[in-house]
């Protein structure tokens, strides 16, 4: 028995011994000076989210042009998918082995980094009025200010619109809804003409929370919006919500075909109904509009248009949002290559390069003033960009700009309300609880 | 001599044949619908998921094997066929030590192996990153390896022993009035004895191997590096996928061991009867 329990704990300390190994020690780096002279010589480490076809080029032409400059400069790109990048980053952080520059989304995402100390304060070189900082839409760099400190460096910008074949609306014989209520009407007409009016796939979650936040800044005053964010000043508690969680169920029951089994559709497979002329319309992100009208696709440019969800008639949020924000890098604040990092950066946005970025194959609308013009990118991308320049305010999307414990809350409740799994009061007493335990 | 067969004797004898039919169905259907979407368009996919392609051509595997595929696959082949030999040969020489040899604390060694099969990859996975990236491992071929042989040595250590343990003592008695050394032994006798089990831990470890996700996924990145199933994902994107390209990437991915399969099939089959299952 006494030699059992000798072996047994030997087990448990060998194992013990293989994980906490790893524990030990630690990198004592500098902090980050990133106004210093760039030294240009060593590895930089960058973790970007450009993996993949057609956007794994994009980085890996910019570090060898970097490096044909600086020859003494080593670029080390990891390069995830949209998928990949958040677990390869909380592994790298929670190993205290970050990168010297690495992708981040705008909201709580980046928030996690900038409170835990691990982005650099760019203010100095970035803030609107400095020389780099003049460069970037106002707006994109907001996105990523807390507390009057600007942290990311927004690469490209993006927004939420409804797309549509134009060919369907004509032969249809139906205008742009300016209303919500009219984009409902509308729908009936279309599915007279053996179309599905609106494609909608909600397989991953994510897509209601798209429609939902829109509808919330429509329907919500902005102030309590924001304030709701934030489960220390939320309460949840303005009718603006049930509201549009009562139009988004509308839209869901009176525009798709798939009803209460949208949950089991991808958005890929919604994006290609639209792609293949099949559905009429498809709420979607900028970043998808070259997607949509690629060659071999039955939707070409021409017959592509996009507006922004319409505005529910007496809705006593803000008209003029539209929900979509900027993705970028951060830099991190205990790099020794600090500077280094921040010339590549400027480097990665100059107007040259930030032009590459938003024309074909790449189309990712790059948040550099001048970059996008209607030579260089297709008209629906150039019309969403100038459309998310222009509007009053952007709103973040409704599952990074708040607290994990409430973004799930949200998730679920949005399944719900899709499948008739719960009503409109249920979903937000859900996430009222959800950002009461977060608090 | 005929038999005849009698009327609940045939029933059964139909349902059984239609039950085996049905199985072959829901297996090898949604292997032929990934091979024959490796030939349509997004369109086509789309339009009419379980139409046969309008065009037969290759364009899709083409675009798999130059997005990416044939780095993944020359890694992943790599990868599996070091880690195997490595696994299998020190665990069937740790195992051999342990059952074999009389080594003082040979109970407690067992059990500090077998300890291993309690660590879950996933909680090792931050000290272990953290490890690697001091070493200069970090995104290279060694990791991997590493990783999959350290993490299946005990379990196919567990297997192996469990099999040396019950092969009788006086082969090693007779080795040694021969005049055998502990290698030749090992090498000459006993290792041959244990063939059912060796093929048998193969198998399992090539299936472990070829299929592994998180060590690739976070050890591992770009093209140059990573193995099939993490270099697929990146085949696929947010905002806009070539399902055709993904499926050809997979149907290119699956060959390898349905090839492998076929190929060994009569050893498959009586590795795991004889080895696991004895």
Not at chain 1, 300 to 311: A, D, K, N, R, S
Not at chain 1, 336 to 349: I, S, Y
Not at chain 1, 422 to 438: C, D, F, G, I
């Amino acid at each position: 028995m006494h030699a059992q329990r000798f072996t047994a704990l030997t087990a448990l300390a060998a194992a013990s011994a293989l994980v906490l190994s790893g524990c030990a020690g630690g990198n004592a780096a500098p902090a980050a000076d990133i106004t210093a002279e760039p030294e240009y010589s060593g590895t930089l480490s960058i973790l970007t989210k450009f993996a993949g076809e057609p956007l794994g080029p994009y980085f890996e032409n910019l570090a060898a042009e970097y490096e044909e400059l600086h020859p003494e400069v080593t670029i080390e790109l990891i390069q995830e998918t949209d998928q990949s990048v958040k677990d390869k980053t909380k592994t790298l952080t929670a190993s205290g082995a970050l990168p010297d520059i690495y992708f981040t989304w705008a909201g709580n995402w980046a928030q996690n980094f900038i409170d835990g100390g691990l982005a650099a304060d760019l203010t100095e070189v970035i803030e609107p009025g400095t020389e780099w900082g003049d460069t970037f839409g106002e707006a994109s760099l907001s996105a990523f200010q807390v507390d009057g400190k600007y942290f990311g460096i927004p690469l490209y910008n993006n927004g939420k619109f409804m797309g549509y074949n134009t060919k369907i609306f004509d032969e249809v014989g139906i205008e742009v809804p300016t209303t919500f209520e009219e984009l409902i009407e509308s729908c009936a007409p279309i599915r007279a003409a053996g179309y599905e009016p609106i494609a909608f796939g909600n397989k991953d979650g994510w897509p209601a929370l798209h429609y939902l936040q829109q509808l919330f800044a429509y329907n919500v005053p902005s102030d309590v919006l924001h304030a709701d964010f934030s489960p220390a000043t939320a309460t949840l508690d303005d009718p603006g919500y049930v509201t549009s969680l009562e139009q988004f169920k509308t839209l869901v029951d009176e525009c798709t075909d798939t009803g209460t089994g949208t949950n089991g559709v991808l958005y890929s497979t919604a994006q290609e109904a639209l792609a293949g002329g099949r559905a009429a319309m498809y709420y979607q992100e900028i970043l998808e509009f070259d997607t949509v009208t690629a060659e071999g696709n039955v939707v070409t440019p021409e017959m592509f248009g996009i507006f922004p969800l319409p505005v529910p008639e007496g809705a006593k949020g803000n008209p003029g949002a539209i929900e979509g924000s900027p993705e970028g890098y951060l830099i991190n604040a205990k790099s020794p290559q600090a500077a280094l990092a921040v010339d590549f950066m400027k480097f990665a946005t100059s107007l040259e390069n930030a032009t590459v970025l938003s024309s074909p194959p790449y189309g990712q609308p790059s948040t550099i003033v001048g970059a996008v013009t209607p030579e260089t990118s297709s008209a629906a991308v150039f019309d969403g960009i100038t459309q998310v320049n222009e509007a009053s305010e952007l709103i973040i999307w409704l599952d990074t700009v708040t607290v994990p414990e409430v973004a799930d809350a949200w998730l679920a409740g949005g399944e719900a309300l899709i499948s008739g799994g719960s009503t409109p009061e249920q979903v937000l007493e859900s996430v009222r609880n959800a950002s009461h335990s977060a608090e | 001599m005929v038999t005849r067969l009698s009327f609940a004797g045939v029933i059964a004898r139909v349902f059984m044949w239609t039950f085996l039919l049905c199985l072959v169905v829901v297996v090898i259907y949604p292997l032929t619908w990934m091979v024959l979407n490796g030939f349509k368009t997004n369109a086509e996919l789309f339009g009419n998921p379980f139409a046969l392609p309008m065009q037969w051509d290759w364009d899709n595997y083409a675009a798999a094997w130059n997005r990416g595929v044939s780095n993944y696959l020359t890694t992943s082949i790599l990868v599996t066929i070091t880690s195997t030999i490595a696994t299998v040969f020190i665990s069937a020489w740790a195992a051999y030590g342990l059952t074999r040899v009389d080594i003082p604390l040979s109970r407690t060694a067992s059990t500090v192996i077998l300890g291993g099969l309690m660590l879950a990859p996933t909680v090792a996975l931050v000290p272990l990153v953290k490890m690697f990236q001091s070493m200069g491992l970090y995104n290279t071929f060694w990791a991997l390896l590493i990783l999959y042989t350290a993490f299946r040595i005990p379990f196919t250590t567990f297997l192996i022993r469990a099999y040396m343990i019950d092969l009788p003592r006086e082969v090693d008695e007779a080795a040694e009035v021969d005049g055998a050394s502990r290698w030749t032994a090992f090498w000459r006798i006993i290792l041959p004895m244990c063939r059912p089990i060796i093929i048998s831990v193969i198998i399992l470890h090539i299936l472990f191997a070829w299929n592994e996700y998180l060590f690739a996924m976070v050890f591992t990145s770009g093209t140059d590096m990573q193995t099939l199933p993490v270099g697929l994902t990146s085949l696929m994107s947010k905002h806009g996928t070539d399902y055709p390209v993904v499926f050809a990437g997979m149907v290119i991915a699956a060959l390898p061991v349905v090839v492998l399969f076929f190929a060994c099939q009569r050893y498959f089959i009586k590795g795991l009867a004889d080895g696991i299952g004895k």
